[in-house]
């Protein structure tokens, strides 16, 4: 199917904000001018603590939850609070995951408010 619009590129490059600088990178690239360099997310090579992870089939230290909740109580005020908070995340990261997750849609934000801030 070919699109009626005519552009002077062939198609549009996906980009992505560069979280250290701002500026649009091409999606593919691994880097940026800047040297900051992209975490890939997806296919990545899984690191020590993942395995560790996996072989431990996904149980978690009961010290590190205990410290984790401790944590969370402690930004967000209570248990209730917290809640709230893990519910709104999980909703935000489900909205967000078309254009790849929390980290990417918070950059971008971040550039649009820095973009419309004056
Ligand atoms: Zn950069």
Same mark, same amino acid.
């Given at each position: 199917? !070919?699109?009626?619009?005519?552009?002077?590129?062939?198609?549009?490059?996906?980009?992505?904000?560069?979280?250290?600088?701002?500026?649009?990178?091409?999606?593919?690239?691994?880097?940026?001018?800047?040297?900051?360099?992209?975490?890939?997310?997806?296919?990545?090579?899984?690191?020590?603590?993942?395995?560790?992870?996996?072989?431990?089939?996904?149980?978690?230290?009961?010290?590190?939850?205990?410290?984790?909740?401790?944590?969370?109580?402690?930004?967000?005020?209570?248990?209730?609070?917290?809640?709230?908070?893990?519910?709104? !995340?999980?909703?935000?990261?489900?909205?967000?995951?078309?254009?790849?997750?929390?980290?990417?849609?918070?950059?971008?934000?971040?550039?649009?408010?820095?973009?419309?801030?004056?």
């Amino acid at each position: 199917m !070919a699109k009626a619009k005519a552009t002077t590129k062939k198609r549009s490059a996906p980009m992505k904000p560069c979280p250290a600088c701002g500026k649009m990178v091409h999606a593919r690239k691994t880097a940026c001018d800047c040297g900051h360099t992209f975490v890939k997310k997806e296919n990545g090579t899984p690191s020590a603590s993942a395995k560790k992870k996996a072989a431990s089939g996904g149980k978690h230290d009961a010290a590190e939850m205990v410290s984790v909740v401790k944590k969370l109580v402690e930004t967000f005020g209570t248990l209730d609070h917290s809640i709230t908070a893990l519910q709104n !995340a999980q909703k935000a990261s489900q909205l967000v995951s078309p254009i790849g997750g929390v980290d990417d849609a918070l950059s971008l934000l971040q550039s649009l408010r820095d973009a419309t801030a004056s």
